[in-house]
């Protein structure tokens, strides 16, 4: 049940009346009513997963409130590494077991050992590296005495398994109990800009992202008979995919709390506006860079103080390798996060990781020329790492690559038919538009300066047209599989 | 929460109201037009083709029998319901939609090459908007959603069936305002000549292809066939021809003739082979292992037609 489909649309009007209008006045009701929705949601697209939601929901409330109540300080610290020892469990057993197994058994069987190792063909929850990142920096966060653990088990399964984000993030903090603990009110604007950034994920998911996949998918599945020049267009509409998909699912996602009257936090903050690429994931993935930035890269800096700048480097490149690994069990993702990880070496060596960049404009609003070149290489370093992260394989990376540097990179690129690449391009065009008049705001339809009600009107016709005249019709996110 | 409501609530009356009438111009304009996956059922619905002659089976069939040739040698009014890539359970909705609209035919072809005839539809995905302009015809809908093809959605939701199909959305636009210049998918009577070029990639494949033979399917051939004997149509299976090598390349060919041999049996009705004949040794009647391109078709059906016609003028002897 994806957002973008009938079943979801059914499903969300149904919890929406009885949670606004039975349930108005009964914040505990509300919570067992989200959770139950919740649980309904994550078992209807994986029942068979849901036990397991709710084992690991249980022990770690109850690890919470052990932590809290331990009487010594060592009690809580082993706590808290149970805790997370269960947790990155969970994730190495469902996601990781497999791939470790296979990479050893080839490590092995190329030093000339015989093995005969097999793997479990572990089938992987549904949202497991979302909410097993919840369920971690839960028992952190209190063991930090940065939050209480609440004594109330439905607010914690509420904040665990919140349907919105469940399967694909944003990964709230454990702030978010708080929000459900508080009585809840109508907020007519909230609504109205939930819808509004639901109109946009839509717009993003099924015109812009669906759109690039029919070509990415047909140029990365031939990569081999396809001149430089179209695999070098594949890779770049694959950068606008990645991003039109995951965060289409997260304004969808962010649009739905704010109908339920509910703060998720922000994912993506217009990350082809960074001017470099430390800037860049401050804002791609912002709910993932900021966890990992949080819980590995800050302690790992402390760690390696000693070691001044050789010491960040090598926090933040094994924090980029946890980036690049936390997307699945595969090389090519060690590979795309050691090569963002080196990415930042160099700005590191001269200052520039910690300085906030502020883009410069000119007259007529449109970046100057410095800033906009910084943009578009910036643009080529991740569409690069894009490469390397969608390739099946390290093997299959280096062809690709190899491929663009053939000398039909100067021919004119396969487009498949015109009624395909117009609207293409026009969308794409679209977005960058829309999202550059909107940078300073909190997503991409945020009208609220607009005053005309002709004008926003006409902007949902735009909208709902292009959705339905250019819309795909793919039902799922990439970001699932994660 | 009430203004919040009826706001919402007035915007989504608008777009259903719009997305009712938008769906009726594209399904309007789509029965108006001759694009190929819409001619046949077009022609269909408009009723009064009244063939004597009717072929049956997949896009062998669209592609193979040439009504223009049918018509002008064996003088009479011919159609051909060839449905690409669909089985045999569609050949009957086919073939059912045609019975309520138009008259009974005289002879029917039943084309039985390939896995088609002996298998329910593999792909019941392929080319399913062909059915939306139709959703209000019950008695369709009801035996296509019994052959698994359209969801609830694609049934009943104006307009969301043909979310993000383009060319369709497009086309039944166009094709209501009248601008249809553009819509002529070369049918005629159901068939089309196809002058693509020659394309033996099935032929390069080292493995064998196993043709699946499925007990549905051989019952619904079964109660097909008898269903057009109790009619009183004369039918006939055709093998149609396909370029030799392809043969070799199935390895249950002799279980699918053993199928249709008993039920040939079983109702007398006669097989016309081509398998071995001499357009099936030329890859110059092909444009693939599979299907006869146009001088193939005009080729099998003069062939089809003199066979057809020895066979009635040898009954009507044998009736003097």
Same mark, same amino acid.
């Given at each position: 049940?994806?957002?973008?489909?009938?079943? =979801?649309?059914?499903?969300?009007?149904?919890?929406?009346?009885?949670?606004?209008?039975?349930?108005?006045?009964?914040?505990?009701?509300?919570?067992?009513?989200?959770?139950?929705?919740?649980?309904?949601?994550? *078992?209807?697209?994986?029942?068979?997963?849901?036990?397991?939601?709710?084992?690991?929901?249980?022990?770690?409330?109850?690890?919470?409130?052990?932590?809290?109540?331990?009487?010594?300080?060592?009690?809580?610290?082993?706590? %808290?590494?149970?805790?997370?020892?269960?947790?990155?469990?969970?994730? /190495?057993?469902?996601?990781?077991?497999?791939?470790?197994?296979?990479?050893?058994?080839?490590?092995?069987?190329?030093?000339?050992?015989?093995?005969?190792?097999?793997?479990?063909?572990?089938?992987?929850?549904?949202?497991?590296?979302?909410?097993?990142?919840?369920?971690?920096?839960?028992?952190?966060?209190?063991?930090?005495?940065?939050?209480?653990?609440?004594?109330?088990?439905? $607010?914690?399964? %509420?904040?665990?398994?919140?349907?919105?984000? @469940?399967?694909?993030?944003?990964?709230?903090?454990?702030?978010?109990?708080?929000?459900?603990?508080?009585?809840?009110?109508?907020?007519?604007?909230?609504?109205?800009?939930?819808?509004?950034?639901?109109?946009?994920?839509?717009?993003?998911?099924?015109?812009?992202?669906?759109?690039?996949?029919?070509?990415?998918?047909?140029?990365?599945?031939?990569?081999?008979?396809?001149?430089?020049?179209?695999?070098?267009?594949?890779?770049?509409?694959?950068?606008?995919?990645?991003?039109?998909?995951?965060?289409?699912?997260?304004?969808?996602?962010?649009?739905?709390?704010?109908?339920?009257?509910?703060?998720?936090?922000?994912?993506?903050?217009?990350?082809?506006?960074?001017?470099?690429?430390?800037?860049?994931?401050?804002?791609?993935?912002?709910?993932?860079?900021?966890?990992?930035? $949080?819980?590995?890269?800050?302690?790992?800096?402390?760690?390696?103080?000693?070691?001044?700048?050789?010491?960040?480097?090598?926090?933040?490149?094994?924090?980029?390798?946890?980036? *690049?690994?936390?997307?699945?069990?595969?090389? %090519?993702?060690?590979? =795309? *996060?050691?090569?963002?990880?080196?990415?930042?070496?160099?700005?590191?060596?001269?200052?520039?990781?910690?300085?906030?960049?502020?883009?410069?404009?000119?007259?007529?609003?449109?970046?100057?020329?410095? $800033?906009?070149?910084?943009?578009?290489?910036?643009?080529?370093?991740?569409?690069?790492?894009?490469?390397?992260?969608?390739?099946?394989?390290?093997?299959?990376?280096?062809?690709?690559?190899?491929?663009?540097?053939?000398?039909?990179?100067?021919?004119?690129?396969?487009?498949?038919?015109?009624?395909?690449?117009?609207? /293409?391009?026009?969308? @794409?065009?679209?977005?960058?538009?829309?999202?550059?008049?909107?940078?300073?705001?909190?997503?991409?339809? $945020?009208?609220?300066?607009?005053?005309?009600?002709?004008?926003?009107? /006409? @902007?949902?016709?735009?909208?709902?047209?292009?959705?339905?005249?250019?819309? *795909?019709?793919?039902? %799922?996110? @990439?970001?699932?599989?994660? | 929460?009430?203004?919040?409501?009826?706001?919402? #609530?007035?915007?989504?009356?608008?777009?259903?109201?719009?997305?009712?009438?938008?769906?009726?111009?594209?399904?309007?304009?789509?029965?108006?037009?001759?694009?190929?996956?819409?001619?046949?059922?077009?022609?269909?619905?408009?009723?009064?083709?009244?063939?004597?002659?009717?072929? !049956?089976?997949?896009?062998?069939?669209?592609?193979?029998?040439?009504?223009?040739?049918?018509?002008?040698?064996?003088?009479?009014?011919?159609?051909?319901?060839?449905?690409?890539?669909?089985?045999?359970?569609?050949?009957?909705?086919?073939?059912?939609?045609?019975?309520?609209?138009?008259?009974?035919?005289?002879?029917?072809?039943?084309?039985?090459?390939?896995?088609?005839?002996?298998?329910?539809?593999?792909?019941?995905?392929?080319?399913?908007?062909?059915?939306?302009?139709?959703?209000?015809?019950?008695?369709?809908?009801?035996?296509?959603?019994?052959?698994?093809?359209?969801?609830?959605?694609?049934?009943?939701?104006?307009?969301?069936?043909?979310?993000?199909?383009?060319?369709?959305?497009?086309?039944?636009?166009?094709?209501?305002? #009248?601008?249809?210049?553009?819509?002529?998918?070369?049918?005629?009577?159901?068939?089309?000549?196809?002058?693509?070029?020659?394309?033996?990639?099935?032929?390069?494949?080292?493995?064998?292809?196993?043709?699946?033979?499925?007990?549905?399917?051989?019952?619904?051939?079964?109660?097909?066939?008898?269903?057009?004997?109790?009619?009183? !149509?004369?039918?006939?299976?055709?093998?149609?021809?396909?370029?030799?090598?392809?043969?070799?390349?199935?390895?249950?060919?002799?279980?699918?003739?053993?199928?249709?041999?008993?039920?040939?049996?079983?109702?007398?009705?006669?097989?016309?082979?081509?398998?071995?004949?001499?357009?099936?040794?030329?890859?110059?009647?092909?444009?693939?292992?599979?299907?006869?391109?146009?001088?193939?078709?005009?080729?099998?059906?003069?062939?089809?037609?003199?066979?057809?016609?020895?066979?009635?003028?040898?009954?009507?002897?044998?009736?003097?």
């Amino acid at each position: 049940m994806v957002f973008n489909s009938i079943s =979801f649309l059914l499903f969300f009007t149904v919890v929406f009346f009885i949670y606004w209008i039975p349930l108005k006045k009964h914040t505990k009701a509300q919570n067992v009513f989200l959770l139950a929705a919740s649980y309904f949601f994550y *078992g209807y697209a994986d029942w068979k997963m849901l036990p397991l939601l709710i084992i690991a929901t249980l022990v770690f409330f109850y690890l919470g409130i052990g932590i809290k109540r331990s009487k010594s300080e060592k009690t809580a610290s082993w706590l %808290t590494v149970l805790g997370v020892v269960l947790g990155v469990g969970l994730l /190495l057993y469902f996601k990781y077991l497999d791939f470790f197994i296979l990479s050893f058994a080839h490590l092995f069987e190329s030093m000339g050992f015989q093995t005969n190792w097999h793997t479990f063909n572990i089938i992987m929850p549904l949202g497991v590296s979302f909410f097993t990142f919840k369920l971690i920096s839960y028992v952190i966060e209190i063991h930090r005495e940065e939050i209480d653990p609440t004594n109330n088990v439905v $607010d914690f399964a %509420t904040y665990i398994a919140f349907f919105p984000c @469940i399967l694909s993030g944003p990964i709230d903090r454990p702030g978010f109990i708080s929000q459900l603990q508080q009585k809840r009110e109508f907020d007519y604007n909230q609504a109205v800009d939930g819808l509004r950034q639901i109109l946009w994920g839509l717009f993003m998911k099924l015109v812009v992202a669906d759109n690039c996949a029919k070509y990415v998918d047909q140029v990365f599945s031939s990569y081999m008979s396809q001149s430089g020049s179209t695999l070098l267009w594949a890779a770049i509409l694959c950068s606008f995919q990645m991003y039109a998909d995951f965060s289409g699912y997260s304004d969808m996602a962010i649009g739905v709390g704010k109908l339920l009257g509910l703060r998720i936090t922000r994912n993506f903050k217009f990350p082809f506006f960074a001017l470099n690429m430390a800037e860049f994931w401050r804002r791609w993935h912002i709910s993932l860079t900021t966890w990992l930035t $949080d819980y590995v890269f800050t302690p790992l800096n402390f760690r390696f103080r000693h070691w001044r700048k050789t010491g960040m480097i090598l926090a933040i490149v094994i924090n980029m390798v946890l980036v *690049g690994l936390w997307h699945g069990a595969n090389w %090519t993702y060690v590979l =795309f *996060g050691l090569y963002h990880g080196l990415l930042f070496v160099p700005l590191i060596l001269s200052g520039a990781f910690l300085k906030k960049n502020q883009l410069r404009t000119n007259s007529i609003g449109l970046p100057v020329l410095k $800033d906009f070149l910084r943009m578009l290489l910036t643009f080529a370093l991740v569409t690069f790492g894009v490469i390397i992260f969608r390739a099946a394989s390290i093997g299959q990376a280096w062809e690709y690559v190899r491929g663009i540097g053939d000398r039909s990179l100067f021919s004119i690129p396969w487009l498949k038919d015109r009624h395909f690449y117009i609207p /293409l391009v026009l969308s @794409i065009l679209a977005f960058l538009i829309v999202e550059w008049i909107q940078k300073d705001k909190e997503h991409a339809l $945020d009208l609220r300066g607009i005053k005309s009600p002709v004008l926003k009107n /006409l @902007i949902y016709v735009v909208l709902i047209v292009a959705l339905f005249w250019f819309g *795909g019709h793919a039902e %799922t996110f @990439i970001y699932f599989q994660f | 929460m009430k203004k919040f409501v009826c706001q919402f #609530g007035v915007r989504v009356i608008i777009v259903i109201v719009i997305a009712i009438a938008v769906d009726y111009v594209i399904s309007a304009g789509l029965r108006k037009t001759d694009i190929r996956k819409y001619s046949t059922w077009n022609d269909i619905y408009k009723g009064g083709l009244d063939a004597d002659l009717l072929v !049956i089976g997949a896009s062998n069939a669209w592609s193979g029998f040439n009504t223009y040739i049918m018509d002008s040698a064996l003088h009479l009014n011919s159609y051909n319901l060839g449905f690409d890539g669909h089985n045999i359970d569609y050949y009957i909705v086919r073939y059912n939609t045609y019975r309520r609209f138009n008259a009974k035919p005289k002879v029917v072809l039943i084309n039985t090459l390939f896995s088609g005839t002996l298998d329910v539809s593999a792909h019941p995905q392929y080319e399913r908007e062909q059915f939306f302009p139709f959703v209000n015809d019950k008695e369709l809908m009801s035996q296509v959603a019994e052959a698994k093809n359209l969801g609830w959605k694609e049934r009943y939701l104006p307009l969301v069936r043909y979310f993000g199909y383009r060319e369709e959305i497009e086309n039944g636009v166009l094709a209501f305002f #009248g601008k249809k210049d553009f819509l002529d998918g070369g049918m005629h009577k159901g068939f089309r000549g196809n002058d693509y070029a020659w394309d033996e990639e099935t032929l390069s494949k080292d493995t064998l292809i196993s043709i699946s033979i499925n007990t549905e399917a051989v019952l619904q051939l079964n109660s097909f066939s008898k269903q057009l004997i109790d009619d009183g !149509i004369q039918v006939f299976f055709v093998k149609s021809p396909i370029y030799y090598p392809l043969r070799s390349k199935f390895e249950n060919i002799e279980q699918t003739d053993s199928v249709f041999n008993a039920i040939a049996n079983k109702y007398d009705i006669t097989i016309l082979d081509y398998y071995f004949s001499r357009i099936s040794m030329d890859s110059a009647y092909f444009y693939n292992p599979g299907h006869l391109n146009i001088r193939g078709s005009e080729e099998f059906t003069l062939e089809l037609c003199h066979d057809l016609d020895s066979i009635w003028n040898h009954l009507r002897l044998l009736a003097q």
